[in-house]
C-alpha cells in the first residue's frame, strides 16, 4: 500500500496506540521492535553501555528528515533522531517518545539517503505554487535573478560548511532554483488561459512562503550531505529514475512541468549519467519551459 506524503506537514501521523503492557514488557518490545525496523531502514544499529549513541555512529538524520522517509517506508514503526532517540507516530502513554531512553543509532544506507533528498527536493517544489500564485496576482516576474544570485551565495555558504564542495553544491542548487521556476512558470501559462481558483488563497510571499523555502532549502543541505556519500554508486541513476514514478508520494510529479521539474531538480545528483548527454537533454528541456 503507497502512502501519500502530505509535503508540508511531514512529521505528523496517525496515533499508534498499542495494547497497554507492562513498563518491562513494553521497553523490551520498544527495543525490540527499534532494532527490527532500523535492520529494514538503515545499516547499522549501534548503543554504548550508557544507553546514548556512540560518538563515532551518531546519526545525522534529525527527526523531521526520518519522519518523511518513515512516510515512504510502510513498516518503519520508528522515528531516528539527530542524537539517535526514537518516537513513534505520536507520543502516547505506551509509546516512546524522543526524551526516554529508546536510542537506535542508525547511519543511513542508500535508499534512505535517496529519499531523504528526493523527498526535500520534492518539499522545496511544492512551494512553486505559492510563489507564482502570489507573483501572479501582483503582477510580479518569476524571474529575479539578483535575488537568485544572493540567495545561491548564501545557501552555498551552508553548503561549504557542511563538507559539500562548491562543484557539486553550486550546480546542484541552481538546478533546484531552476526546477522551482519551471513549475511556476507552467502554472503562470495555465493560469493566464483561464486564471486562478478564486477560492485560492495567496500565501504573503515574505513572512510565509519564503520562510518556508529558506527551511527547505536547510533541509536540502543536510540531504546533500547525507547522499554524496553514495552519489558514485552504480545504482545511482536507476534508483532515482524509480522514484520520478512515485507520483502518489512525491505529488510534485503532479504540478505543472512537474515531471519536467523533477528531473532538473534531481538531475546532477549522481555522479555519472546513464547515458550519454542524458543531463544536456534533461537541461535543454528546462531550458525551454523557463523560457516560454
Request: net charge neutral; charged share 20%.
Amino acid at each position: 500500500m503507497n502512502l501519500l506524503v502530505v509535503p508540508f506537514f511531514l512529521s505528523l501521523f496517525l496515533p499508534f496506540a498499542p495494547a497497554p503492557k507492562s513498563p518491562a514488557r513494553r521497553a523490551d518490545a520498544n527495543r525490540q521492535n527499534a532494532h527490527i525496523n532500523c535492520e529494514k531502514h538503515c545499516t547499522n544499529y549501534y548503543l554504548a553501555e550508557n544507553n546514548k549513541c556512540k560518538s563515532s555512529e551518531e546519526v545525522i538524520l534529525r527527526k523531521s528528515d526520518c519522519a518523511f522517509m518513515k512516510n515512504i517506508e510502510n513498516g518503519l514503526k520508528f522515528v531516528v533522531g539527530m542524537e539517535g532517540q526514537t518516537e513513534t507516530e505520536s507520543p502516547t502513554e505506551n509509546a516512546p517518545t524522543a526524551n526516554n531512553n529508546n536510542f537506535m543509532c542508525c547511519k543511513p544506507n542508500q535508499e534512505t539517503a535517496t529519499l531523504f533528498i528526493v523527498g526535500v527536493a520534492n518539499k522545496r517544489l511544492m512551494l512553486a505554487k505559492d510563489v507564482a500564485l502570489y507573483k501572479y496576482i501582483n503582477n510580479n516576474s518569476i524571474d529575479d535573478f539578483e535575488r537568485e544570485k544572493v540567495v545561491l551565495q548564501n545557501v552555498l555558504a551552508q553548503a561549504n560548511s557542511a563538507g559539500i564542495s562548491d562543484n557539486y553544491g553550486e550546480p546542484f542548487f541552481q538546478d533546484q532554483m531552476d526546477a522551482n521556476k519551471v513549475i511556476q512558470k507552467g502554472y503562470v501559462k495555465t493560469w493566464n488561459i483561464k486564471g486562478p481558483s478564486p477560492s485560492q488563497t495567496v500565501p504573503d510571499l515574505q513572512t510565509v512562503t519564503r520562510p518556508k523555502v529558506t527551511e527547505a532549502t536547510a533541509d536540502m543541505v543536510l540531504a546533500l550531505k547525507t547522499f554524496q556519500s553514495f552519489r558514485n554508486e552504480s545504482n545511482c541513476w536507476s534508483s532515482l529514475e524509480h522514484k520520478q514514478t512515485m507520483t502518489g508520494n512525491f505529488l510534485s510529479l503532479n504540478e505543472p512541468n512537474g515531471v519536467d521539474a523533477f528531473r532538473k531538480a534531481v538531475v546532477r545528483l549522481c555522479g555519472q549519467e546513464p547515458e550519454q548527454n542524458t543531463v544536456h537533454a534533461i537541461d535543454e528541456q528546462a531550458k525551454k519551459l523557463l523560457n516560454e
